[in-house]
């Protein structure tokens, strides 16, 4: 098992998808992540993924009946949050994610907030926002 070194990163945001294993590959490719560790589940699931972007890092594995009851956007039929990542070159980010069949929901365009950003939606209808702003930096 791999030990992550995560010297600033305290929050960890996990996510459920009914196919991890295909999430893991589109989100490498669509969104740039970075594959860390795989734990494999029973059956073709995965019990735990880890991916980074950068110095982030983010969880996910197969969405099952549990006590936690956490489960796909595609199951519920509904998004009731998203995860936000900071880019660079939000263009050049959105034309990857774009070309990889990312349904782009908004954007590219500026915040009110000072942000140049747009938002997606992976496979399984997962939001995920793109862009310039970082909400710890001065302002």
Known sequence: MQNTETSTQVLFPFLRYRDAPAAVDWLVKAFGFEEQM??????????????????????????????????????????????????EDVEAHCARARAAGAEIVRGPENTEYGSWEYTARDLEDHLWGFGTYRPNADH
């Open 38 to 87: 795989v734990v494999p589940g029973g059956n073709g699931t995965v019990a735990h993924a880890q991916l980074s972007f950068g110095p982030g890092v983010i969880m996910l594995g197969t969405a099952r009946e549990d006590e936690l009851r956490i489960k796909s956007p595609r199951d519920l039929g509904a998004v009731s949050g998203g995860i936000y990542v900071y880019v």
